[in-house]
Structures are given as structure tokens and as C-alpha cells.
């Protein structure tokens, strides 16, 4: 069964560049939220999008930029990276039809230097 | 806001043994869903069980399987005969039900080591 895709898979900036993480949700799903997981840490939420809007926002940081395109994959902008952003961006989809499932990416990992 | 919380930050488990991970949660919401995550070295999300929180029954999923107490918001995991393909970090989450059913809160994690 397709999964949820995430690109890149490994990821290498110095501060303050710009980056931009892809997500392809699985093929019918139609909601996307991406999370942060720093080093020893849970996954926190930054942000959704369902139908192409922006459904609920966490602790995402002012530099950071996201959305969702017509084909439903999206695609998360940072900008001005901070040593502190160095994480393991994961991105999950659901379809809305369907709560109780949510299917996670394997996950971008973003190390700044 | 809801929030989850997993008092045992490392357990330890002998092969083939049973361990039971705990999560406790807090929400002033009737409709949700939980879920047990594990994720290895690779990092990759991976999902244990879940459970609806309508069902008084608690889900099961081959060695895995739920205590779900409603009423105290408790949701612990049980692992059976405790394989050393477990070893990883346990997430517990929750997720609301919903027209507006979305992001999940996670735990801080415990780490499960098994020992052969």
C-alpha cells in the first residue's frame, strides 16, 4: 500500500538558509499536519491543512511557512534557520472522512550547521 | 487543551517477558481516539494499536494489547512475550474525534530495552 512520502530525506543547511521539506500524503487523503521532533523529544505539532487551507496551527516559529497545493501535497518553507531547528520533521495525512487513522512519513531530518 | 503524560521514561523488559507501559491523559472531551507509537533507531512512526474511546472494549493487536480505563484517562500498554525487535521509544497520543478531529498530542516517550 503507498505511504506517505517524504523529501528530502536527509538534510544539511547553515543558519540562516532557507529550506523546503515536501510531503505527499497518501492518494486519497485530503489533510496533512507536520511535526517537529527535536533531539529526545515527542513530536510537536507546527501544522495542518485540509482542502488546501490551513486547519489548525501549533508552535510553529514565524520563520516557517507552509501549504498545501491543488495535488494535496505540501510543503513546509523555513527560512533564516537556527541551530535549534535542527530536527526530525515528520509529516502525517488522514483523510476526513476517515478520524481515527493517520498515517506518518519517515520523516525529513534537517541538521543545520 | 489536552495534554499526555508517560511517567516511566525508561523500562526494561527480560526476552519473552511482559512489560506494561503506562500513559495517563487529560481532556474535557467525550469523543477521541488514543494510540501507541513505536519508533526504533530508525525513527520511522510506527503505529502499535489504537483505541477508540466509545469502546468500552479494550483493542488488542497479536502480543499488544490496552488497558483502557475512561474514567481515570488511563491507557497503558501491554506487551507479551517481549521480542528483541520491540526494543524502541514507546509514544502514547491522542487524538480528537470530530468534525474538527486533527493533530495528535504525544507523550514525552519511554524507552523499552529488552534484554535477551
Known amino acids: 500500500a503507498a505511504g506517505v512520502i517524504q523529501s528530502p530525506r536527509h538534510l544539511i543547511k547553515e543558519k540562516r538558509e532557507t529550506a523546503t521539506l515536501k510531503c505527499y500524503p497518501i492518494?486519497?487523503?485530503?489533510?496533512v499536519y507536520w511535526y517537529q521532533q527535536g533531539p529526545g523529544q515527542d513530536p510537536q505539532f507546527l501544522i495542518s491543512?485540509?482542502?488546501?487551507?490551513?486547519?489548525d496551527k501549533g508552535s510553529i516559529p514565524d520563520r516557517f511557512s507552509a501549504q498545501q497545493f491543488s495535488d494535496y501535497h505540501s510543503e513546509l518553507n523555513m527560512s533564516s534557520l537556527e541551530l535549534g531547528d535542527s530536527a526530525l520533521y515528520f509529516c502525517?495525512?488522514?483523510?476526513?472522512?476517515?478520524?481515527?487513522?493517520?498515517?506518518f512519513g519517515p520523516g525529513t531530518r534537517l541538521t543545520v550547521t | 487543551a489536552q495534554t499526555v503524560t508517560q511517567s516511566q521514561p525508561e523500562m526494561s523488559v527480560q526476552e519473552a517477558e511482559t512489560v506494561t507501559l503506562s500513559c495517563t491523559y487529560d481532556?474535557?472531551?467525550?469523543?477521541?481516539?488514543l494510540f501507541w507509537y513505536k519508533q526504533p533507531p530508525s525513527r520511522q512512526m510506527i503505529l502499535v494499536i489504537r483505541?477508540?474511546?466509545?469502546?468500552?472494549q479494550n483493542a488488542t493487536e497479536n502480543r499488544f494489547s490496552v488497558n483502557f480505563q475512561k474514567a481515570a484517562k488511563s491507557f497503558s500498554l501491554k506487551i507479551s512475550d517481549s521480542q528483541l525487535g520491540d526494543a524502541a521509544m514507546y509514544f502514547c497520543?491522542?487524538?480528537?474525534?470530530?468534525?474538527?478531529?486533527?493533530?495528535?498530542?504525544f507523550g514525552d516517550g519511554t524507552t523499552l530495552t529488552v534484554k535477551p
Open positions: 483505541q477508540e474511546a466509545y469502546k468500552q
Open positions: 492518494p486519497r487523503h485530503d489533510t
Open positions: 491543512f485540509y482542502e488546501k487551507m490551513q486547519s
Open positions: 481532556t474535557s472531551e467525550s469523543d477521541y481516539y
Open positions: 502525517a495525512s488522514s483523510s476526513s472522512g476517515v478520524h481515527y487513522e493517520q498515517y
Open positions: 497520543a491522542y487524538r480528537s474525534d470530530g468534525t474538527n478531529a486533527g493533530k495528535s498530542t
